[in-house]
């Protein structure tokens, strides 16, 4: 097993955060993973991404051109993110600020109204477990009992009061993320 991940967005929507996690719980279960983070000079509303590769086996370079997961959770990023899915790939986006659909015919394509739901929850900072949690969904690289863990790795001993609001929000997205194609 060997899956390419970038996910791509906002500077402040906790994109680094998320890949993070997730790397980290590849980690945990014994997998090789490389997490490249990309980000601009501003703090917030910059650009950012995140590149996470877990394999199986030695991963021979972190520098990709085409991915077999593509999430992107802001317009600039599916513009340029889009035509880097790979063929029968996924990509994954968040229908909140997004005009221009994906509108490829050779990949699987998801939505996750991710903000929608971190709005309903009263959260805004749930967002990007929610969209951890469809990631997972579709493409279930880790377990969840693994993110979990990573999270009380990751964060400050003072946050971990939080891990069971981010728990309930990776399963809620879970639950919230739609197909609008799969081939």
Known sequence: MKKEIIVAGFGGQGILSLGKILAH????????????????????????????????????????????????????????????????????????????????????????????????MGNARAFNMLVLGGILKVCPVVNTESIVSSLKESLAERLHKLIPENEKAILRGMEIIKAEQEI
């Open 25 to 120: 719980a590849g980690l945990i279960e014994g997998k090789e993973v490389t997490w490249m983070p990309s980000y601009g000079p501003e703090q917030r509303g910059g650009t950012a991404n995140v590149t996470v590769i877990l394999s199986d086996d030695r991963i021979s370079s972190p520098v990709l051109n085409s991915y077999d997961v593509v999430v992107v959770l802001n317009q600039p990023s599916l513009d340029r993110f889009e035509n880097d899915v790979k063929p029968g790939g996924t990509i994954i986006y968040d229908s909140y600020g997004i005009r221009h659909t994906p509108t490829r015919k050779d990949i699987n394509i998801y939505r996750i109204d991710a903000m929608d739901e971190a709005i309903d």
